[in-house]
């Protein structure tokens, strides 16, 4: 409706001007003037209509195709003809309604939201719209998409969906493109962007990461004291080593000599006793 406004109005404007005679100074019908209306004739009875960059064009004719045109911008049809445009570029879909499985270990996993790139093969762009016209999304792609994401996650455990995730998001990818590529559409990649476990299942996860923090916490406690222990042993073998290499250099000569070299030749005030000699331990017959 729009488009037929403004040709309305560029066509007025055209009769206008083509039909002014300025050396006259006058308005007077013109032959050039039907070209103008012969546009508005072409306006009024959707006689053409334009194709995008990354657009297909069929055109039908009471339902029924009539031809298929990748030409871009303007194509000139006839008043019966429909044209119905199908993009082929990549396109995305995201999830607007969150899904929710269970994972191999019988996990509920909630609140799954996922972006899949996803392009129309040019090639079957008339198949498909025979066989389910332009709501191919609603169709084919979004039942697909569905089915795929929950059959996927099923084949893996909780655990390995948290640390597997490109790998299952590369599993639904191409499990997906088996399922849609008939139809001609095919999966170019997918990204998980979110999922929840239960309530139930997060504070069991918690509890085991803090069961096992206390666990790693208890091993460094007990290989901290065994490091210790071990230290201890070492030390007094060592202490034991060295008392016997002791014993073993020591006699009564060194220490007699270590005394005389230590003595200042004083010999104390006051003794107990008259065996003065006595005290070096000396034998007097000598």
Request: glycine letters at 4%.
């Amino acid at each position: 409706m729009r488009t037929i406004v403004i040709s309305l109005v560029v066509t007025i404007i055209s009769i206008a001007s083509l039909g002014y005679n300025f050396d006259k100074r006058k308005w007077e019908f013109r032959k050039r003037i039907l070209f103008s209306l012969a546009w508005l004739v072409l306006i009024i009875f959707d006689c053409f209509s334009t194709i995008k960059t990354g657009e297909i064009g069929i055109r039908t004719r009471f339902g029924k195709i009539v031809s298929s045109t990748k030409n871009e911008g303007i194509v000139f049809k006839s008043p019966l003809d429909k044209v119905e445009r199908i993009n082929v570029k990549v396109q995305k879909y995201e999830n607007k309604d969150v899904l929710s499985t269970s994972t191999k270990d019988m996990q509920i996993v909630n609140n799954i939201r996922v972006s899949i790139n996803y392009q129309i093969d040019g090639s079957k762009v008339v198949d498909l719209y025979k066989k389910v016209g332009t709501g191919y999304k609603e169709t084919v792609l979004e039942p697909a998409i569905q089915e795929t994401i929950k059959g996927v996650i099923s084949k893996y455990t909780s655990e390995e969906l948290v640390t597997k995730r490109s790998e299952i998001s590369l599993d639904i990818n191409n499990t997906l493109d088996e399922r849609i590529k008939n139809y001609g559409i095919n999966s170019v990649s997918v990204a998980i962007n979110n999922f929840d476990f239960s309530e139930a299942y997060n504070q069991a996860i918690e509890q085991k990461a803090v069961a096992e923090q206390q666990v790693q916490t208890s091993k460094n406690q007990l290989e901290k004291a065994k490091v210790e222990a071990e230290k201890k042993i070492v030390e007094a073998e060592a202490t034991n080593k060295a008392n016997e290499l002791l014993k073993q250099n020591v006699t009564d000569e060194v220490l007699m000599k270590q005394f005389i070299e230590k003595w200042d030749g004083k010999l104390p005030n006051t003794y107990a006793g008259t065996d003065v000699l006595g005290i070096f331990n000396l034998d007097k017959s000598e």
